[in-house]
Structures are given as C-alpha cells and as structure tokens.
C-alpha cells in the first residue's frame, strides 16, 4: 500500500517558537498534499493543499502566514506553525493523493502539538 | 467546509455483533470514503464508493449508497475488539479531490 510518514510524532513548543512538522510519502509520489487539523474527539478540518512546486492554496479562515507550507518535492511536504500559540496545539495530519489513484488519500500517523 | 453528518456519534456493542453507522451529506458527490481512526493515530483507508454505486463489499464490510437521500451506511459484521476506532465519512465533491469529513463515529466493542 501507500505509506505516508510524519515527523515528528510529538512536539512540546514555547508560546511564540516556530514549529516544522514533515510530512514524506514513502513509496509513491504525491503530486497533491492535503494538511488537516484535528480537535479532540472532533472531525478532520482541511487546512490546505500542497501541490508539488507551486504555492498551497488555503480554506477559509486559515492564517497563510501563520500556517506555512512548502511542498518543495514529489515526497516531501513541510508545514510551518510559526510564532505558535496554545490555541494551535491540536492534531495535525497529513494525506497525500498518488498520480495512479487520485481518488483516495493516504493519511500520515498525525503529529500532536502542544505550545505552553 | 464539513459536509458529513454521521449518526450514531458513539456505539456500543459486544464482539460478535454488526455495528451500523450512517453519513449523510448535503451536495452531489463524485464519490464516498470511509475511514477508519484508532485513537490518536492517522486515518486508514476502509472503501470508497462511487456516485454510480449503490453498494460495495469489503471483507466484513458493507457499504450503500443512496444518492437520492444522500447518504450511506457502514456495516461491520461480526465485530472484533480491534474494531474499536472511530469511523468517519468524507465525501468527494469537487474536481480537485477535496475531501469533507463527517462528525465520525466511536464505536467501542466489548470483549
């Protein structure tokens, strides 16, 4: 199948640090990432879309300057949480579509941040 | 924009039994996904069913749609312990693969 890793897993920031969290597909190439955000005991909201080379487009009523995204390769996209505060400590998740089968996303195994 | 609403939110049952939750949706969809989430951990892809679809079988899996009534149901037979998870719907509605999640469902299965 379709793996896709995140790193890191966990993260402990002070108010005001920024934070990168990667998100790499391990077998295929991901020509589109999705970057969601997940509350506790809540859905998955979309954040973005990454696509390989040219500049994520954002939903509604997320921060692009607060919440950047690079999707500098086929496997490989970064999401940037700069001067983070304890509002952004959520859940955050990745996907990423394969050029062979772009109906279904493969999710990484989240990254759960946490700012003091 | 959240487009699904899934019902139960929580289910409860003993192993052995079928757990059935239901999506519904608001606008006309290329396709739906059924997902699965252990607690804590990333999204594990269940099946996918096309608009043209009215159901699809996947191991102890069954889903339907009804595009009509926009909606679907997820029917797990003969419930084990490690299906405890949260299961979630996400509808396929735009031509660039967004996809909009439901509310989910726990479902917890006693031993």
């Known amino acids: 199948g379709a793996v896709v890793s995140q790193h890191p897993s966990r993260v402990i920031c002070k108010s005001g640090t920024s934070v990168k969290i990667e998100c790499r597909s391990l077998?295929?190439?991901?020509?589109?990432m999705f970057w969601y955000r997940q509350f506790p005991k809540q859905s998955l909201m979309l954040m973005a879309t990454s696509n390989e080379g040219s500049k994520a487009t954002y939903e509604q009523g997320v921060e692009k300057d607060k919440f950047l995204i690079n999707h500098a390769s086929l496997t490989l996209s970064t999401l940037t949480v700069t001067s983070a505060h304890p509002e952004d400590s959520s859940f955050y998740i990745c996907?990423?579509?394969?050029?062979?089968?772009?109906?279904?996303?493969?999710f990484g195994p989240g990254t759960r941040l946490l700012v003091l | 924009s959240q487009q699904g609403e899934e019902d139960p939110q929580a289910l409860s049952i003993q192993e052995g039994e079928n757990a059935t939750m239901n999506c519904s949706y608001k606008?006309?969809?290329?396709?739906l996904q059924w997902y699965r989430q252990n607690s804590g951990r990333g999204l594990v892809h269940l099946i996918l069913i096309r608009s043209n679809e009215r159901e699809k079988h996947s191991g102890r899996l069954r889903v339907t749609l009804d595009t009509s009534k926009k909606s679907s149901s997820l029917l797990i037979t003969a419930s084990r312990a490690a299906d405890t998870a949260s299961y979630f719907c996400?509808?396929?509605?735009?031509?660039?693969?967004?996809?909009?999640f439901g509310a989910g469902t726990t479902v917890t299965v006693r031993a």
């Open positions: 996907s990423g579509l394969a050029a062979r089968n772009r109906e279904t996303q493969y």
């Open positions: 996400a509808t396929d509605a735009s031509h660039d693969y967004k996809l909009s």
């Open positions: 606008t006309s969809i290329n396709n």
């Open positions: 077998d295929f190439q991901a020509t589109t």
